[in-house]
């Protein structure tokens, strides 16, 4: 058994050193494609794989059609949506993810962005604190419950709305469940952004809950790019002068947005939520592991196809 780890943005040494260890030592064979700029090269490097460990790479109906021998594909960290589903199912290929793994990382970066825009970019100019401010989870999965864990830690009042969740389920961890979108704009100064890319979600976040927030309102996002409705993005900030978004995932107006609101905007070059040495190491362990278990022992856990 091959498996082949392609990532045009690479594991840290030390991870692809532990993946290495894991997969040989159940005694498959392991091939590298890092830092590849065409997608010639992975395709001609998938023609004998029998899984891929990928980051955020592009999975689709092409690299399927040439990957003959694959049976499952790992992305490491939580997001999969750079995988087609469907293209995967009809190859008969297992897909699956590492949820929780790059959380932590995640979660921290959320709060130091928080920081970030309440002292004005580090700017000198007089700002806020966090302490008793309100902040709303917008999905409490495995990031946003570490972020809620932080926040606590700063001091302050947290509240989620997560539809896939009981009220009960999130107040026995000592955050305030609301019970919709709405409520939790309307209430929260801060809102912390978790959910997924999907046809439900993709421009959901728009003028109709924005606007609502409550003065000083400051959005935070490190989940995907796609559920923000940019144009309504844009005419809050025209309007609200109080408004601030700070992203981990570029938008496609970023230059307008730069140019325009430098003093309540910020973009993070490139999405950089998982790129901690820890989450770097956990996501490609977890990944190696679960590829072993599932050519062993058929264990599919962690299937999202």
């Known amino acids: ?35 590849y700029t065409a997608k010639s090269q992975l395709l001609d490097v998938v023609k004998d794989a029998n899984a891929i460990i990928i980051r955020s ?12 021998q694959l049976k499952i594909v790992v992305r490491a960290g939580a997001g999969y949506d750079n995988v087609d589903l469907n293209a995967a199912t009809a190859h008969k290929v297992c897909v699956m993810n590492t949820p929780g793994q790059n959380a932590n990382a995640v979660a921290e970066l959320a709060l130091g962005m928080m920081v970030y825009g309440v002292r004005g970019f580090f700017s000198g100019v007089s700002g806020t604190e966090l302490k008793d401010k309100l902040l709303g989870i917008h999905a409490y999965g495995n990031v946003g419950r570490n972020v809620a864990r932080i926040a606590r830690g700063f001091g302050m009042d947290v509240y989620a709305f997560d539809p896939f969740l009981t009220a009960e389920a999130i107040e026995k961890e000592g955050v305030k469940a609301v019970a919709s979108a709405e409520e939790l704009y309307r209430t929260c100064q801060f809102v912390s952004l978790h959910i997924p890319a999907t046809a439900e979600t993709k421009n959901s976040i728009g003028q109709s809950l924005l606007a609502t927030m409550p003065k000083g309102a400051t959005l935070i996002n490190t989940a995907r790019k796609e559920v923000i409705n940019e144009p309504e993005l844009l005419r809050v900030m025209e309007e609200r002068t109080d408004f601030r978004y700070l992203t981990d995932v570029m938008p496609a107006i970023h230059a307008e947005l730069a140019e325009r609101f430098a003093d309540r905007y910020f973009s993070t070059p490139k999405k950089m939520g998982a790129q901690t040495a820890e989450a770097n190491n956990n996501a490609g362990i977890a990944a190696a592991n679960q590829i072993v278990d599932f050519l062993v022992n058929g264990n599919e856990r962690f299937r999202v196809n």
Not at 27 to 33: I, Q, S, T
């Open 1 to 35: 058994m091959k498996v082949l780890i392609a990532t045009d943005k690479p594991f840290a040494a030390s991870a692809v050193n532990a993946i290495r260890e894991i997969v040989e030592g159940a005694g498959f064979e392991l091939a590298l494609l890092e830092k």
């Open 57 to 68: 790479d592009i999975i689709d109906n092409e690299v399927f059609d040439a990957a003959g």
